[in-house]
């Protein structure tokens, strides 16, 4: 953990991991110190008020104002379940502002049922995530059947729009001009499930004035797409800087 975040509690209890974490890992007691924030708040300083077999008890002083997540939204076509754990930590330690889960035409529907669909579980993948990155905020996270119903969470207000495929014509996501993208203008990008896009779900995206880019020649599980796209976007955007 690079940071211990809480909701509007003021104390772990001993079967709490966050409990463990601290007395264990950190090794802190009564009147200790550690790094905290507040789940879409601010970080700051926590000390220790209280510490025995049973509980935690801290006072939290918040320090550092709240930082926000980038303006991203990904649809991502539903992933293996083994893959959706790493995909959401991983979507949520580099910042993403929102996350959609979308049923695909090709993609294994079943995956949808997998118990690591579950918003609760979801949830605790997306914490993960933010506590790895030291951040507090948390990206949305939405489930839908179908590309069609994420395109219309998407709206149709300013945003950069970006669809991965293995289109010949896709250019590489690395010479989009992305420095445009800004709260007011987000980037959308989508990118399939393992058995990539239908020819009617492509037709949707190019009426909803998507422009196909590509990772390249290399064919890549769901979750490394999505991570590494991410990344590429954020550098173009010049949204890694600082």
């Known amino acids: ?90 979507l949520a330690s580099l910042g993403a502002g929102e996350i959609i889960l979308a049923g695909t035409d090709l993609g294994e529907k079943s995956y949808r049922e997998s118990r690591l669909a579950d918003p609760d579980i979801a949830k605790k993948n997306i914490l993960d995530g933010c506590v790895q990155a030291g951040g507090t905020a948390l990206p949305d996270l939405t489930i839908t059947s179908s590309v069609d119903e994420a395109l219309r969470l998407c709206g149709t207000g300013n945003a950069v729009r970006i669809v991965l495929d293995i289109d010949p014509a896709a250019g590489p996501l690395s010479r989009q001009d992305l420095s445009g993208i800004r709260t007011g203008n987000p980037l959308v990008l989508a990118i399939g499930s393992e058995r990539g896009w239908s020819g009617r779900e492509r037709a949707l995206f190019n009426a909803h004035e998507f422009t196909p880019c590509s990772l390249g020649s290399r064919i890549l599980r769901t979750e490394t797409a999505a991570t590494a796209a991410l990344a590429v976007a954020l550098s173009g955007a010049l949204l890694l800087e600082g």
């Open 1 to 90: 953990m690079n940071i211990v975040l809480f909701s509007s509690e003021d104390r772990f209890f001993s079967t709490d991991e966050r409990y463990r974490h601290i007395t264990k890992i950190l090794g802190k007691g009564e009147g200790d110190s550690f790094y905290a924030g507040r789940v879409n708040g601010p970080a700051g300083t926590a000390r220790i008020t209280r510490c025995d077999e049973s509980v935690l008890v801290f006072d939290f002083d918040a320090a550092e104002p709240f930082r926000p997540l980038h303006p991203v939204r990904m649809i991502i076509g539903f992933p293996r379940p083994i893959q959706l754990k790493r995909l959401l930590r991983d």
